[in-house]
């Protein structure tokens, strides 16, 4: 499959605070492609550049073939983007905010957009303005998708979104995306929904990428052990048997993409008398905490 985004190298600063350096990523024609990370690590500013808003430092980006920094005004009309809010003319109602964006776009399919609309069970001529936070988050999302572009990126779709709404847009977005061959790139601050969605992934720590792959290889691979320790709880190095770990009184918890036995053996070799050792199972957001850490 081709490739729709491809950075390298990428590199960015704003004046001295480094972001991050040496990103390196692709995606997928036809994937739904998630970039995690904690706040201020990057997420948005990647987006900005992927989209031209921002000149990277060094490195470059490269959407639909071409420099990021440079689209042709026909490859950016490719292009779906929800930037950070969800922001539609309030003073319309359903219908002729419709309408107006139509104009826009040349290949608007307004059935994708009606078909939203038409879950959340409000009258097309509703005002924006009457509607809720998530309701005309709604809006927003479907006018994006009604553009019919090959890729969306969308930062943040959840923002004002409850749990019902967010549901009901990950499973319309699922079947578009499904049964169109598209792409998204996509970021949220709600981990756990993205676990049924996102097909690849990236995860950004502070200033690099700590993980790239499939979901459900990270979610298969990465383990969570519990066990107790006698006396004094000594530290333990970063390494590739520990990717993180925590400690409370005489309790830890450790993080790894080895297997329980490589752990344990590794543990003992350290003189680490551990005691009631076991794995519990996770999902996407203990993952993802258990890779970034709680704070």
Same mark, same amino acid.
């Given at each position: !499959?081709?490739?729709?985004?491809?950075?390298?190298?990428?590199?960015?600063?704003?004046?001295?605070?480094?972001?991050?350096?040496?990103?390196?990523?692709?995606?997928?024609?036809?994937?739904?492609?998630?970039?995690?990370?904690?706040?201020?690590?990057?997420?948005?500013?990647?987006?900005? $550049? #992927?989209?031209?808003?921002?000149?990277?430092?060094?490195?470059?980006?490269? $959407? #639909?073939?071409?420099?990021?920094?440079?689209?042709?005004?026909?490859?950016?009309?490719?292009?779906?983007?929800?930037?950070?809010?969800?922001?539609?003319?309030?003073?319309?109602?359903?219908?002729?905010?419709?309408? /107006?964006?139509?104009?826009?776009?040349?290949?608007?399919?307004?059935?994708?957009?009606?078909?939203?609309?038409?879950? #959340?069970?409000?009258?097309?001529?509703?005002?924006?303005?009457? !509607?809720?936070?998530?309701?005309?988050?709604?809006?927003?999302?479907?006018?994006?998708?009604?553009?019919?572009?090959?890729?969306? $990126?969308?930062?943040?779709?959840?923002?004002?979104?409850?749990? %019902?709404?967010?549901?009901?847009?990950?499973?319309?977005?699922?079947?578009?995306?499904?049964?169109?061959?598209?792409?998204? /790139?996509?970021?949220?601050?709600? $981990?756990?929904?993205?676990?049924?969605?996102?097909?690849?992934?990236?995860?950004? %720590?502070?200033?690099?990428?700590?993980?790239?792959?499939?979901?459900?290889? /990270?979610?298969?691979?990465?383990?969570?052990?519990?066990?107790?320790?006698?006396?004094?709880?000594?530290? #333990?190095? /970063?390494?590739?048997?520990?990717?993180?770990?925590?400690?409370?009184?005489?309790?830890?918890?450790?993080?790894?993409?080895?297997?329980?036995?490589?752990?344990?053996?590794?543990?003992?070799?350290?003189?680490?008398?551990?005691?009631?050792?076991?794995?519990?199972? !996770?999902?996407?957001?203990?993952?993802?905490?258990?890779?970034?850490?709680?704070?």
């Amino acid at each position: !499959m081709d490739n729709v985004i491809e950075c390298v190298n990428l590199t960015h600063c704003y004046g001295k605070k480094l972001i991050y350096k040496d990103l390196n990523f692709s995606v997928q024609r036809g994937k739904i492609f998630g970039i995690l990370g904690k706040n201020g690590t990057g997420k948005t500013t990647t987006i900005n $550049i #992927l989209m031209g808003f921002l000149r990277p430092t060094s490195g470059k980006c490269y $959407i #639909l073939g071409e420099e990021s920094h440079n689209l042709f005004p026909q490859t950016r009309a490719k292009i779906g983007l929800l930037h950070e809010s969800h922001v539609c003319y309030e003073f319309m109602t359903v219908a002729q905010v419709e309408k /107006f964006y139509s104009r826009f776009f040349l290949k608007w399919k307004k059935d994708l957009y009606y078909g939203l609309i038409d879950r #959340l069970g409000v009258s097309y001529d509703h005002k924006i303005s009457h !509607m809720s936070c998530g309701q005309r988050s709604q809006v927003a999302l479907g006018l994006i998708m009604a553009q019919n572009p090959e890729l969306m $990126i969308l930062d943040d779709y959840s923002m004002g979104l409850d749990a %019902g709404y967010r549901m009901l847009f990950i499973d319309y977005l699922t079947d578009y995306v499904r049964e169109n061959n598209k792409t998204v /790139f996509m970021t949220s601050h709600i $981990i756990q929904d993205l676990e049924q969605v996102i097909d690849d992934a990236i995860i950004i %720590g502070r200033q690099k990428i700590l993980l790239q792959m499939p979901i459900k290889e /990270f979610l298969s691979t990465f383990h969570q052990y519990h066990f107790n320790v006698e006396g004094r709880l000594p530290d #333990l190095d /970063f390494d590739d048997t520990i990717a993180n770990w925590e400690s409370l009184k005489n309790h830890y918890t450790v993080y790894s993409f080895k297997a329980e036995k490589d752990v344990k053996t590794y543990l003992e070799n350290k003189g680490i008398s551990i005691q009631d050792f076991h794995e519990i199972s !996770m999902n996407l957001e203990h993952a993802f905490i258990g890779l970034t850490g709680k704070y």
